[in-house]
């Protein structure tokens, strides 16, 4: 949440229901630290994420390792993070045939009939944790907010279940959860990366296709992966601020 409207809610004593676990939650997020971390200093960083959509082999390793890591429902229609298949034929980059089947859970299998000649390639998607996020602007109690480093996340205790976040986000990345009736979304393993490691999906994926950066670490080989390719944002006509740096995305990907 940025400062403007956390003032605004404090002035109008929105925040006085917040429960004591979700108010001392809030502290700990405007006093600079994160969750148990006792050194994160949150502005000390600024994550991201590069997916080489070259390097991606479609194995669905980074959506298991997210169910697990997450507690995500198994239920097929819930995924902090998907895979998705393109076949792009005859250079016809309007009219893919885009497949993802149980979110890319169990790999892709071979189509049968399939275009020899045609293109196919893997995207892996996940919240973009945009930098000017259209699901923090909607939330009318602030639930949803930016940290100060970087990453969009939801305060489960004070989400009332309404989904306009989930309406406004342009990329599919939020659902409601039907153990919590909250929004539930990728929160690129904060719990994890306040520990100084790396997500799950990032960690289990077998070809690097998927690495967290730190933006704001000039040592992160996330910068010289931004210098060496040509890497693009979904959906950059929508000004998002997307943070989530795709190498090998062509005209097709939506
Ligand atoms: S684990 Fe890596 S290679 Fe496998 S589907 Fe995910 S991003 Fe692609």
């Known amino acids: 949440m940025n400062s403007d409207r956390r003032d605004f809610l404090l002035k109008t004593g929105k925040l006085l229901v917040l429960s004591s676990a979700a108010a001392a939650a809030w502290e700990a997020i405007l006093?600079?630290?994160?969750?148990?971390?006792?050194?994160?200093?949150?502005?000390?960083?600024?994550?991201?994420?590069?997916?080489?959509?070259?390097?991606?082999?479609?194995?669905?390793?980074?959506?298991?390792?997210?169910?697990?890591?997450?507690d995500v429902p198994r239920d097929p229609r819930y995924f902090r993070t998907w895979v998705e298949r393109y076949t792009v034929e005859s250079d016809d980059l309007e009219h893919p045939h885009v497949?993802?089947?149980?979110?890319?859970?169990?790999?892709?299998?071979?189509?049968?009939?399939?275009?020899?000649?045609?293109?196919?390639?893997?995207?892996?998607?996940?919240?973009?944790?945009?930098?000017?996020?259209?699901?923090?602007q909607v939330c009318p109690v602030g639930a949803t907010f930016e940290s100060p480093d970087g990453v969009v996340l939801v305060d489960k205790a004070y989400c009332l279940g309404c989904r306009y976040c989930v309406q406004a986000c342009p990329y599919g990345c939020r659902f409601i959860n039907p153990a919590t009736e909250t929004v539930d979304k990728c929160s690129l393993c904060y719990h994890r990366i306040t520990k100084g490691l790396t997500t799950a999906c990032c960690e289990t994926c077998p070809t690097g296709a998927r690495q967290l950066g730190d933006l704001k670490n000039?040592?992160?080989?996330?910068?010289?992966?931004?210098?060496?390719?040509?890497?693009?944002?979904?959906?950059?006509?929508?000004?998002?601020?997307?943070?989530?740096?795709?190498?090998?995305?062509?005209?097709?990907?939506?």
């Open 31 to 70: 006093a600079g630290r994160a969750e148990t971390a006792d050194n994160y200093k949150m502005s000390d960083h600024w994550w991201g994420m590069v997916i080489d959509i070259e390097a991606c082999i479609g194995c669905g390793n980074c959506v298991r390792a997210c169910k697990e890591e997450n």
């Open 99 to 136: 497949d993802s089947p149980n979110g890319g859970y169990d790999g892709f299998p071979e189509k049968p009939g399939a275009d020899p000649r045609a293109k196919h390639f893997f995207v892996p998607k996940l919240c973009n944790h945009c930098a000017h996020s259209p699901c923090v």
């Open 218 to 254: 000039p040592n992160d080989p996330i910068h010289q992966f931004l210098r060496d390719h040509a890497v693009h944002v979904l959906k950059p006509q929508m000004a998002t601020g997307a943070k989530v740096y795709y190498n090998g995305l062509d005209g097709s990907v939506r």
